[in-house]
């Protein structure tokens, strides 16, 4: 199975551009839903934010940017150049340096982790991430996560709020008792009322509705009716608008109503909230405008490249194992012991449980380690380290030691004297696999994995056990 991703940015694609594939969530449930519908697709999540609009797929199709463009009624060619495609690798490594932070306008932002994550829940939600997409966008979040926290950028936390406040600050100064209002109570709106309240700006934020309780309005700030937005811009000083209406919040014509217009407007929505020809009356800044920030120095930039190829390197581990071929059962042979020669090299915890297995079939036990954790009654203890010829005229050779290069060692004397070997730390080496032992009255049974899931032998092996303990 294939993973293809296609996506438009702001640094290709201007914002005028990016708002004609701009989506509501419930736009994107619509969407998702319709993709994962369309012939080669297997699983599909949508990643739309400000400053870029993704499209993560897996299943066999090579044209994200088509089935994006269809599903959003957007003429193919009209975007078709401005899109970037990657597949496999490529696109996972992409995804990872998008949750860092390395893509975005401001480097290191915060709130693209949330928009990551967000992407990955609206998709399970709509039951259309599939096991791939699903761990790619874990593995995303957690390198997100890591950048956030391990990487130490100069300017501190980065945000498109942030971001807002300091242009206000480069257009007003002093923030302190300016008026400022916020149409808009999202996320994006609380955070920006909140860091122009900390500087001492007078907010209001405008409401749809109030629910008590249930609405969020940010410490310090007033509120007052979205309705009323047009009345309260008389006379302040900045407007910031941060909805996700897919409609003007401010028009020129309506801008032309306000006897005293704001000095200055900040625009953090895409789609845009304010009419781009509001500039004839007053200064206005979009999220490319805010963006301009600078690339960040080099040691930010290699730590979070770091990250990125760590989470990476951890998601191709996922896929490699499932994309292995399965192997084989394993052959289950009983052998009767009784009196024959098992050769034990080591004397840790795992060698203690195989001498207590054995015990149990009446065989000669040959410990071979300068220290034995069981007790030595009734095995043969050799008390030094392992020597070549420790495992002549034995019917089995078992190497638990916790030295890797001993082990080795043991499976290749026990393969050239054609004694079967297990060894503990290698299953590669192992001609014979120790299983989990069960018996009950005259009973035995042995279980053994293919070599994935030795937590589902132990549960097996204690149901096992169960059932012949019930036995008559």
């Known amino acids: ?172 100064g002093n923030l302190a008792g300016k008026k400022v209002l916020v149409i808009g109570n999202g996320q994006m709106g609380r955070l920006a009322a909140e860091l122009l309240h900390e500087d001492g700006a007078r907010v209001q934020v405008t409401l749809r509705s109030y629910r008590h309780g249930e609405t969020v309005v940010p410490a310090g700030c007033g509120t007052v009716p979205y309705e009323e937005r047009l009345a309260a811009m008389e006379g302040i000083d900045a407007l910031v608008s941060a909805t996700a209406s897919p409609h003007y919040t401010l028009t020129l014509r309506q801008l032309e109503t306000v006897a005293r217009p704001p000095r200055v407007a900040v625009d953090l929505a895409v789609p845009r909230d304010i009419d781009p020809a509001c500039a004839a009356r007053m200064r206005c800044f979009d999220t490319d405008s805010l963006g301009a920030c600078g690339p960040g120095n080099r040691e930010e930039l290699a730590a979070m490249e770091a990250i990125a190829g760590e989470e990476l390197e951890k998601f191709c581990q996922w896929q490699r194992r499932q994309t292995a071929p399965e192997r084989p059962l394993r ?5 009767d012991l009784t009196g024959k020669k098992v050769a034990l090299v080591g004397g840790g915890t795992i060698a203690a449980r195989r001498i207590g297995t054995l015990r149990l079939f009446g065989c000669e036990i040959v410990v071979i380690a300068p220290e034995l954790k069981a007790k ?82 132990a549960r097996a092996a204690r149901e096992i056990r169960k059932v012949l303990e019930e036995l008559e």
Not at 331 to 335: D, K, R, Y
Not at 409 to 420: D, K
């Open 1 to 172: 199975m294939s993973l293809v991703m296609s996506g438009l940015d702001c640094h290709r694609a201007s914002i005028a551009l990016r708002e004609r594939l701009a989506f509501s969530q419930q736009e994107v449930r619509d969407l998702l839903l319709w993709l994962r519908h369309q012939p080669g697709v297997e699983g599909c999540v949508l990643l739309s934010t400000c400053n870029r609009t993704e499209l993560y797929l897996s299943g066999e199709t090579d044209t994200p940017w088509r089935l994006l463009c269809r599903g959003a009624g957007v003429p193919e060619e009209e975007l078709e150049s401005y899109f970037t495609t990657r597949t496999g690798t490529d696109a996972a490594k992409h995804l990872m340096e998008v949750a860092c932070g390395l893509h975005s306008q401001i480097l290191g932002e915060d709130q693209i982790i949330t928009q990551v994550r967000t992407a990955m829940e609206l998709a399970q939600e709509e039951k259309t991430a599939d096991p791939i997409l699903a761990a790619l966008f874990r593995r995303a979040v957690t390198a997100g996560k890591r950048a956030r926290t391990e990487v130490h950028v100069a300017r501190g936390v980065p945000s498109m709020g942030t971001r807002c406040r300091e242009i206000l600050q480069q257009e007003l």
């Open 331 to 335: 052959f289950p042979l009983f052998l």
């Open 376 to 457: 030595a009654d009734g095995i043969t203890w050799i008390q030094r380290p392992y020597e070549p010829g420790d495992l002549k005229g034995a019917v089995l050779a078992i190497a638990a030691t916790d030295n890797r290069e001993v082990n080795r060692q043991v499976g290749q004397e026990a393969r050239r004297l054609g004694i079967p070997v297990s060894v503990a730390d290698c299953e590669a080496e192992c001609s014979f696999y120790f299983p989990a032992i069960c018996t009950g009255e005259g009973l035995v049974a042995g279980v053994v994995s293919s070599g994935k899931d030795h937590h589902k032998t």
